[in-house]
């Protein structure tokens, strides 16, 4: 049974610390809930289990009221009264939004923390990262993407091939000017100055945390300095890892997990499957989650149905989180087939804690926390028959999987620990604040 020792809280009540935690958007306040908003709310419940002075800084909420465990601050920003294209300006050029920096600048002013904690930014701009810097307070900022280097996020060209050049007029070539072309000159020179623009909240960060080894050697590539680095990998999700009762496997049962896009691959796991499907008759795929652009899953359905195997993929939506456990524990395998260098997926802490196997691509993160044919199977990304054959694999060696599967479940305990992942973060936050303030009354 996974249990959380009662360390922690002695720990933290020694320092007396306050941490201002800031994210766009988080489970249970916003509709838009995707990996990073579930490994940002993550981060602030254990620590708030933890006994840690935890308050929250988001975007205004759009479901109903709750009771919170911590003190909740709202901020506004520009995507209210020009949606779509405040974003698309923040994410690509200038990463500004005065409302939101505004309203954080007073969370800071009246909660007095002694760390700021950012999370994912897309939506309130990167120039909040300015504003702990104003007020004299350490900041660190957990990232889940490239965006500070990336326009798309993901490191990736139009071909679909890792790029390491980092941001500038190149980036116009992916994602700048796919209509409207008589604008790309205009685009070329704002991705030229991305550069600049980015590098100012960028340096108003003191630290930041990533998921995974692989994050790091990318982020050093692209200029951040080692001593501002520190890899802390996802938490442990702990209803799955305390989930205990017997259940049956369902022979031949793939799931997949996430929003429905290109960058999560998708289409890979249709395509191998339908390589396999006159092979093995049991095989078959369910989709767990909802459509982040309609035309791809359009497409992906246009693909069983070509291949088909329209009867063996089922689109179930997205379930709930309780439901979600049992369904992982029962999976035969669960599809992880990641285009991007991903920092470490959050569907991959969680299979490995409920003690699923997982069968994904061989990037990013994932490469550190799965040791292949051990506590996984690991593939080629965008390779439908390296993905077949690791199918092929699982099918004809069923025991070795549920051994795997054993396996992944103890590693996820070691590897994502949160009372290991609590000690070394506030050892981060002590780190920043000095031991001048260490114990040292607020105000």
């Known amino acids: 049974m996974f249990v959380r020792p009662p360390f922690v809280s002695a720990i933290t009540n020694r ?4 941490i201002l935690h800031v994210a766009d958007y988080l489970p249970g306040l916003h509709k838009v809930a995707g990996g990073a908003e579930f490994a940002a709310r993550r981060v602030i419940d254990e620590q708030s289990a933890a006994g840690i002075d935890v308050e ?27 949606p779509g294209f405040a974003y698309a300006v923040k994410q690509m050029y200038f990463p500004a939004d005065p409302l939101a920096s505004t309203d954080l600048a007073t969370a800071i002013a009246q909660s007095r923390p002694d760390v700021v904690h950012y999370h994912n930014l897309h939506f309130s701009g990167l120039s909040v990262t300015e504003c702990a810097r104003a007020a004299g307070i350490p900041s660190v ?13 993901m490191l990736l060209t139009k071909d679909n091939e890792l790029c390491l050049r980092g941001h500038g007029e190149h ?21 030229g100055l991305r550069t600049a623009t980015f590098a100012r909240p960028v340096a108003a960060v003191d630290r930041f945390v990533v998921l ?9 590539h692209h200029g951040l300095a080692p001593e501002r680095i520190c890899v802390l990998p996802q938490y442990i999700w702990t209803e799955a890892a305390a989930a205990e009762e017997p259940v049956e496997v369902v022979p031949g049962r793939i799931i997949y997990v996430g929003w429905i896009e290109q960058r999560k691959g998708l289409h890979v796991v249709i395509e191998a499957l339908a390589r396999l499907a006159s092979e093995f008759p049991c095989l078959h795929l369910d989709v ?38 049992g369904e992982l524990r029962r999976a035969f395998l669960v599809a992880i087939p990641e285009q991007w260098e991903n920092m470490s997926p959050v569907i991959l802490t969680e299979a490995m804690a409920a003690g699923a196997c997982v069968l994904a691509s061989r990037v990013g993160g994932i490469r550190q926390f799965v040791e292949e044919f051990s506590s996984g199977l690991l593939a080629k990304r965008d390779d439908p028959a390296e993905f077949a054959e690791r199918m092929r694999w699982a099918m004809n060696h069923s025991g070795e999987i549920a051994a795997m599967a054993a396996r992944a479940r103890r590693r996820a305990k070691e590897l994502f620990d949160p009372n290991s992942i609590n000690t070394r973060t ?18």
């Not at 320092?15 to 306050?18: D, E, L, Q, R």
């Not at 929250?56 to 020009?82: G, K």
């Not at 506030?426 to 105000?443: D, F, H, I, N, T």
């Open 141 to 153: 900022w957990s990232i889940y993407d490239y965006w500070i280097f990336c326009p798309s996020f």
């Open 426 to 443: 506030l050892a981060l936050y002590r780190s920043l604040v000095g031991v001048r303030k260490q114990g040292a009354p607020r105000g």
């Open 212 to 220: 995974s080894e692989a994050s790091r050697d990318l982020l050093e």
């Open 171 to 191: 980036c116009v070539e992916c994602v700048g000017a796919r209509r409207l072309r008589v604008l790309k000159p205009l685009k070329r020179a704002l991705f």
């Open 56 to 82: 929250v800084a988001t975007l205004r909420a759009d479901l109903p009221s709750q009771v919170l465990p911590w003190r909740h601050y709202e901020m506004r920003n520009l995507d209210r009264y020009a």
């Open 288 to 325: 767990l989650g909802l459509p982040a652009h309609a035309l791809y899953q359009a497409q992906v359905e246009q693909l069983a149905v070509e291949r088909g195997i329209a009867e063996r993929v089922r689109f179930r939506g997205r379930i709930g989180r309780d439901e979600l456990v």
């Open 15 to 18: 320092t007396k610390m306050k």
